[in-house]
């Protein structure tokens, strides 16, 4: 992690109605794997979220993964970075079913397995 400061005035625009979205590998579609690590085939549930800030879809992720599944949460973006399509921003984790092409993917896919059953925020 790298922490910097910045001037705050540097940003053009700002949205106050975030959609997040939200994906959930349950590994009840886990293929056989005995010591409890998921692998591709399982079961994947998506949701876009809107009306929450990313705390709250935080808690609703981790509730709806439970003990054994793992999730991750992006940020919905329409236009970003000058295209005029929708894309996503990871904000947590990222598409599990990703191979991972580099040592950060790979490390990102770690933290999403060390991070199951463990609650990143507490419930309300």
């Given at each position: 992690m790298?922490?910097?400061p910045v001037?705050?005035?540097?940003?053009r625009?700002e949205?106050?109605?975030?959609?997040?979205r939200?994906?959930?590998?349950?590994?009840?579609?886990?293929l056989g794997?005995p010591?409890?690590t998921?692998?591709?085939g399982?079961?994947?549930?998506t949701?876009?979220?809107t009306?929450?800030?990313l705390?709250?879809?935080?808690?609703?992720?981790?509730?709806?993964?439970?003990?054994r599944?793992?999730f991750s949460?992006a940020?919905?973006a329409?236009?970003?970075?000058?295209?005029n399509d929708?894309?996503?921003v990871?904000?947590v984790?990222?598409?599990?079913?990703?191979t991972?092409?580099?040592d950060?993917s790979?490390e990102?896919?770690e933290q999403m397995?060390?991070?199951?059953?463990r609650?990143?925020?507490?419930?309300?």
């Amino acid at each position: 992690m790298r922490i910097e400061p910045v001037d705050e005035r540097d940003s053009r625009w700002e949205d106050h109605t975030p959609r997040f979205r939200v994906y959930v590998f349950d590994e009840s579609g886990r293929l056989g794997h005995p010591d409890g690590t998921l692998s591709q085939g399982y079961a994947t549930s998506t949701w876009d979220v809107t009306g929450a800030d990313l705390i709250d879809t935080i808690r609703w992720a981790q509730d709806r993964a439970g003990d054994r599944g793992i999730f991750s949460i992006a940020l919905v973006a329409d236009g970003y970075h000058m295209h005029n399509d929708r894309g996503l921003v990871w904000l947590v984790g990222m598409d599990y079913q990703d191979t991972p092409r580099d040592d950060h993917s790979r490390e990102v896919q770690e933290q999403m397995l060390r991070r199951r059953g463990r609650l990143v925020v507490t419930p309300e």
